[in-house]
């Protein structure tokens, strides 16, 4: 089942709070429960890809975060 528009909210926070302590546990954007598994798939420069699973209920998630283009100054 794919998160729900405000799961999915949740979600890229709490990735956000992950990348700054990676050791913190972190609860499941669905049912709250600790232990969310969070593995950086990333292929930067170009999009961050964040695996995601929750053995409590099931959650098995694959988020895209977009990067935008390299931006080169006009000198």
Same mark, same amino acid.
């Given at each position: 089942?794919?998160?729900?528009?405000?799961?999915?909210?949740?979600? =890229?926070?709490?990735?956000?709070?992950?990348? %700054?302590?990676?050791?913190?546990? %972190?609860?499941?954007?669905?049912?709250?429960?600790?232990?969310?598994?969070?593995?950086?798939?990333?292929?930067?420069? =170009?999009?961050?890809? =964040?695996?995601?699973?929750?053995?409590?209920?099931?959650?098995?998630?694959?988020?895209? %975060?977009?990067?935008?283009?390299?931006?080169?100054?006009?000198?």
């Amino acid at each position: 089942m794919p998160l729900t528009p405000e799961a999915t909210q949740e979600a =890229y926070r709490r990735i956000t709070a992950w990348r %700054v302590d990676p050791m913190q546990s %972190v609860k499941c954007p669905t049912c709250e429960a600790d232990g969310l598994v969070i593995i950086d798939r990333s292929a930067r420069p =170009y999009a961050e890809w =964040y695996a995601l699973s929750c053995a409590a209920c099931g959650l098995d998630e694959t988020l895209n %975060v977009p990067m935008s283009a390299p931006h080169h100054g006009l000198d």
